[in-house]
């Protein structure tokens, strides 16, 4: 086997304690080469109660059916595979990936909406094609897959059919039956400051590589004209739709980029990576880094994709396997 090969070649033939030496390194390798065959690689998670074979067995469809539902909806709304990914990015950040964030008002159960928060309202979208896949994944594996889950597959398959890069989605997340308005509220805001930003990318464990990588996410979908540096133009609506990437607007790709070095982010939110006094010692290497090389940025986003996949999931048997995303069970 390799490992026991390049030890013994790299040891030059001495005295008897190198070779039981080299043979101990050997043993050494072997077992611990065995320990990881224990496991198949695709269930590897590093350390996350996630596994991408969670489904395998339970629902085998999965993928496929998330894949085909948003195929369908983005041939009459191309715009969907961006306003997915965003879904996925404001529910982790609102008490962990657990489907928080698709709760609707319901005052009697106790539940206050997250869709009514400024950072979602008239803003996130997506909800409709989030039910169409619920429906189909009841039809196929009644009570298996979560909908936490789903806004996990939905934003890996949103990137990968706008020709970005593909991982592999960790699952195995339950759903909350609370929601958590508070939170919400304090989503990041397009006008928040550089130091403000790396702080609510930090209360979750992201570091600046994660920032600057997750907000490549910009690369696609729409923007109202108010929350844009311009703020409209003159008599423009304020809801008035501008593409977040000028150049390949509808693309995975590593523009966004280009655009924050030519001065073109549309985001205050976004220039700021490049622009704050401190982002000189912080992201503004990660930005020109990304800039230049966009395997660099497939590399970080789907490591910073899977990190951000990775806050606070329900596992075991926490939470609920909701059967219509936007309710708690039994109501
Ligand atoms: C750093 C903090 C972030 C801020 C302040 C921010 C802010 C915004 C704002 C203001 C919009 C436009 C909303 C509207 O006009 O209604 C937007 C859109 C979007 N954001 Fe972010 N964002 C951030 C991070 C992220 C992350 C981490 C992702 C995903 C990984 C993401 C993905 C998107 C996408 C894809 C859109 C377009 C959605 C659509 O067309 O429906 N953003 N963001
Ligand atoms: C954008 O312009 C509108 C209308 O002129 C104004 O009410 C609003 O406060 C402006 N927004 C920002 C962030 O400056």
Redesign the pocket.
């Known amino acids: 086997m390799a490992a026991s090969s390049r030890i013994s070649s790299s040891s030059p033939a001495g005295g008897s304690g190198r070779l039981l030496l080299a043979a101990h390194c050997a043993l050494l390798l072997l077992a611990m080469a065995g320990a990881a065959h224990a496991h198949p690689p695709t269930t590897s998670s590093g350390g996350s109660p996630l596994s991408s074979a969670f489904y395998d067995a339970s629902c085998p469809g999965a993928y496929a059916i998330v894949r085909r539902v948003i195929q369908s909806a983005r041939v009459s709304d191309p715009r969907i595979p961006a306003s997915l990914i965003r879904l996925h990015f404001h529910d982790c950040f609102v008490q962990g990936c657990d489907g928080s964030l698709l709760l609707d008002d319901d005052l009697p159960a106790g539940i206050q909406s997250e869709k009514n928060v400024p950072a979602n309202k008239n803003s996130a979208r997506g909800f409709p094609v989030v039910d169409d896949i619920k429906a189909a994944l009841e039809e196929a594996c009644p009570g298996v897959v979560s909908c936490a889950d789903i806004l996990a597959l939905a934003a890996e398959i949103s990137v990968q059919l706008a020709g970005g890069p593909r991982w592999r989605v960790l699952l195995g997340r339950r759903d909350s039956t609370t929601t958590n308005v508070q939170s919400a509220n304090n989503l990041p805001s397009p006008?928040d400051s550089l130091d403000k930003l790396q702080q609510k990318f930090r209360n979750v464990n992201l570091d600046n590589t994660d920032l600057v990588a997750l907000q490549g996410a910009h690369t696609f979908g729409r923007v109202q004209c108010?929350f844009t540096r311009e703020?409209?133009t003159a008599g423009q609506p304020?809801g008035t739709l501008e593409n977040l990437d000028r150049v390949t607007p509808n693309v995975f790709d590593n523009k966004y980029y280009g655009n924050l070095l030519h001065g073109q982010a549309q985001l205050p939110s976004d220039q700021v990576m490049l622009s704050d006094p401190a982002a000189p010692t912080t992201t503004a290497p990660i930005v020109h880094r990304f800039g230049s090389n966009q395997k660099d940025f497939f590399t970080s986003f789907v490591a910073s994709m899977i990190k951000m996949g990775n806050i606070s999931p329900l596992t075991g048997r926490e939470g609920e396997i909701r059967k219509n995303c936007r309710r708690v069970n039994g109501k």
Do not use: A, I, R
């Open positions: 006008f108010q703020n409209c304020q």
